[in-house]
């Protein structure tokens, strides 16, 4: 277990600010076809916790992106700032957010069988399908 990080950084367009001080170095990617909609490519989120410092609060733009969660950007320039979990509170961001970050890993790729093809990563990580993954997230019912 690595400790968490601080990171601070904004969008393209400087309209949102983004402080983070519990960042987990460990890199989630996701495959699903939702994420590589989003931002064309597979996305790589860092855990950020609940609790995130943010000026520019009115610039952020929420799309209710599923039943739990809902993603973050900024309406102006069209930067991903977040995924966040309705049920936790919790957000990912992307890792690509905070350039300065350093000692950060893959730790686990979310479906799997999602990715296509033409894309592989070289570094071995932890890997889930997507059944797997609803089978660890999906809520109690
Ligand atoms: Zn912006
Ligand atoms: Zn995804």
Same mark, same amino acid.
Request: charged share 25%; glycine share 10%.
């Given at each position: &277990?690595? =400790?968490?990080?601080?990171?601070?950084?904004?969008? #393209?367009? %400087?309209?949102?600010?983004?402080?983070?001080?519990?960042?987990?170095?460990?890199?989630?990617?996701?495959?699903?076809? &939702?994420?590589?909609?989003?931002?064309?490519?597979?996305? +790589?989120? #860092?855990?950020?916790?609940?609790?995130?410092?943010?000026? %520019? =609060? =009115?610039?952020?733009?929420?799309?209710?992106?599923?039943?739990?969660?809902?993603? %973050?950007?900024?309406?102006?320039?069209?930067?991903?700032?977040?995924?966040?979990?309705?049920?936790?509170?919790?957000?990912?961001? @992307?890792?690509?957010?905070? @350039?300065?970050?350093? %000692? +950060?890993?893959?730790?686990?790729?979310?479906?799997?069988?999602?990715? @296509? =093809?033409?894309?592989?990563?070289?570094?071995?990580?932890?890997?889930?399908?997507?059944?797997?993954?609803?089978? &660890?997230?999906?809520?109690?019912?």
């Amino acid at each position: &277990m690595k =400790d968490f990080v601080s990171g601070e950084s904004s969008c #393209l367009c %400087g309209s949102v600010k983004i402080k983070a001080n519990n960042i987990s170095p460990n890199i989630t990617v996701c495959h699903c076809d &939702m994420c590589r909609k989003w931002g064309g490519g597979p996305a +790589l989120a #860092l855990q950020c916790g609940t609790e995130l410092e943010i000026e %520019g =609060d =009115d610039q952020i733009h929420v799309f209710d992106s599923s039943e739990w969660a809902e993603r %973050g950007f900024c309406a102006n320039c069209g930067t991903h700032l977040f995924y966040r979990i309705k049920g936790t509170g919790e957000y990912s961001i @992307p890792a690509g957010f905070f @350039p300065e970050l350093k %000692g +950060l890993e893959i730790e686990v790729q979310y479906f799997s069988d999602k990715r @296509p =093809d033409y894309y592989c990563f070289t570094n071995k990580s932890k890997e889930l399908t997507g059944a797997e993954v609803f089978a &660890m997230y999906a809520p109690e019912k």
